[in-house]
C-alpha cells in the first residue's frame, strides 16, 4: 500500500507521517518512510538545488527537477518496497507538483498530470492525506520552525492559490485524497489518519 502526505510548509504532514510509522510498526507491518524530493542519494541533490539554489530558477527548470527527482525515486525506491510488500509512506508526491508548480507557479495542471505519469511511470498513491488550514496560519507556522528556503519568500497570495489547487484535487478524487484540518491538535489527527488507514487495510484483506 503507497500513502502519501500533502499540505502546505508547516501543515504538520510530516509529523504525522512519523507517527502512523511507529503505530504500523508496532502492529507488524514492515514501512518505508520517505520524502519527496530527496528520497534517493541522488535525490538529495536534487533537493538541494532546488531548495536552496541562490540564483534564477526557471519555472519549468524547477518542474523537471521534481519530476527528476520522482522518476529515480520511484524506481530506485518506492517501486521496489511495494514489490516487496512494505507499506510506503511517502512525505509528498504527485499532488505537490500540482499545487505548487500548477497552481502555485500558473503551469499547466494537463501538462503537468501527463509529465507526472511519465515520471511515475503510473504509480498513484493508495491513499493521500490533505492536511489542510489557513494557508497564513500554516506559514507561521513553517516560519517559526524551520530555517528559510526558496519557498519561504513566496507570497502568501501564492500559498492560497496551492491550497485552493490542493481542495480542488481532493473534490475531484475523493476516494483517494483525505482531507484532515491541520489545525486540529497532533493526538486528534493522528486518531483520524489511523482509523482512515486500519479501515483501508481492513478493506484490502
Ligand atoms: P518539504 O519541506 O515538505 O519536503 O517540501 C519541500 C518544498 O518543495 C515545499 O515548499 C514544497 C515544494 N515542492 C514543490 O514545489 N513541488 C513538488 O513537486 C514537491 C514534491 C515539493
Given at each position: 500500500m503507497f500513502i502519501t502526505f500533502e499540505g502546505i510548509?508547516?501543515?504538520g504532514k510530516s509529523t504525522q507521517l512519523s507517527i502512523l510509522a511507529e503505530q504500523l510498526i508496532h502492529g507488524g507491518f514492515s514501512v518505508l518512510t520517505t520524502r519527496d524530493p530527496g528520497g534517493t542519494d541522488l535525490g538529495q541533490q536534487l533537493r538541494h538545488i532546488l531548495l536552496h539554489h541562490s540564483g534564477f530558477v526557471s519555472q519549468r527548470c524547477e518542474l523537471f527537477l521534481y519530476l527528476a527527482d520522482r522518476a529515480q525515486h520511484v524506481e530506485e525506491l518506492i517501486q521496489p518496497a511495494l514489490a516487496r510488500g512494505n507499506i510506503v509512506l511517502c512525505d509528498r508526491f504527485i499532488d505537490s507538483t500540482i499545487a505548487y508548480q500548477g497552481g502555485g507557479r500558473g503551469l499547466s495542471i494537463e501538462e503537468i498530470n501527463h509529465l507526472n505519469m511519465q515520471a511515475t511511470q503510473g504509480l498513484k498513491p493508495d491513499l493521500t492525506f490533505l492536511f489542510d488550514a489557513p494557508a497564513e496560519l500554516l506559514l507561521q507556522r513553517a516560519k517559526n520552525r524551520s530555517a528559510a528556503d526558496r519557498f519561504e519568500q513566496e507570497t502568501l497570495a501564492f500559498y492560497e492559490r496551492v491550497r485552493q489547487t490542493y481542495l480542488d484535487l481532493a473534490h475531484q478524487e475523493p476516494r483517494r485524497i483525505q482531507i484532515l484540518?491541520?489545525?486540529?491538535p497532533l493526538v486528534t489527527l493522528s486518531k483520524q489518519v489511523d482509523e482512515i488507514v486500519q479501515g483501508k487495510l481492513k478493506a484490502s484483506c
Open positions: 510548509d508547516g501543515s484540518d491541520a489545525s486540529l
